[in-house]
């Protein structure tokens, strides 16, 4: 996914600069990673009345309406990962409110990330506790997010987050403990 120097990178920079047909030429470019990438994020919600093309639809909606500068393609696709947790998790917490908690979206923690496949978390309990880790290590929050939600490899982690992929795996091996143990507390609270 890094390479600075791709048609899509340069599409994005044109785009920046107000070249409303290139803005054009993405959707056919971006739109099989943002499913991608949507797939990831609703793997384990089968439950979930929201559909993963209703979700891609919404994040660039909101994604061409912003005023971001993307820097390149890792740029682009990480904002659209953050933007599809930030609907997932409203569109929990929408419908937790009109049942009262009943059926919470159930999140898989995905195996290829060293996450033990059986372990099932609740996407507003996830949301909450990266919240609470960005309150205390935002890196360590943003890092999560680019690994877990955008599915980044952890050179691309480091191209974001401008760090060694040393720091990438240090730091990732850190922040899932905490995550796990952070959702145990508030479960048990």
């Known amino acids: 996914m890094i390479e600075a120097s791709s048609p899509l990178t ?3 920079r044109r785009w920046n600069e107000g070249d409303a047909t290139a803005g054009e030429k993405l959707v056919p470019l971006v739109y099989n990673e943002l499913r991608r990438i949507a797939r990831r994020c609703m793997a384990a919600q089968p439950h979930s009345t929201l559909q993963s093309t209703a979700l891609v639809h919404e994040a660039y909606i909101r994604l061409a309406g912003s005023s971001i500068r993307w820097e390149d393609r890792v740029h682009f696709f990480a904002v659209a990962a953050q933007l599809m947790r930030r609907i997932l998790v409203d569109h929990s917490r929408k419908k937790h409110a009109q049942k009262r908690g009943g059926n919470a979206m159930i999140l898989q923690l995905d195996e290829n990330l060293g996450m033990p496949a059986e372990r099932e978390l609740d996407l507003i309990a996830l949301d909450d506790a990266l919240n609470t880790l960005a309150a205390l290590d935002g890196r360590q929050a943003r890092l999560v997010e680019l690994r877990f939600f955008a599915g980044l490899s952890i050179d691309e982690t480091a191209h ?3 760090i060694s992929p040393a720091t990438v795996k240090r730091e990732w091996a850190t922040a899932k403990l905490w995550l796990l143990q ?5 479960a048990s609270a």
């Open 160 to 162: 974001v987050l401008e």
């Open 10 to 12: 340069e599409l994005l």
């Open 182 to 186: 952070q959702i145990r507390r508030d």
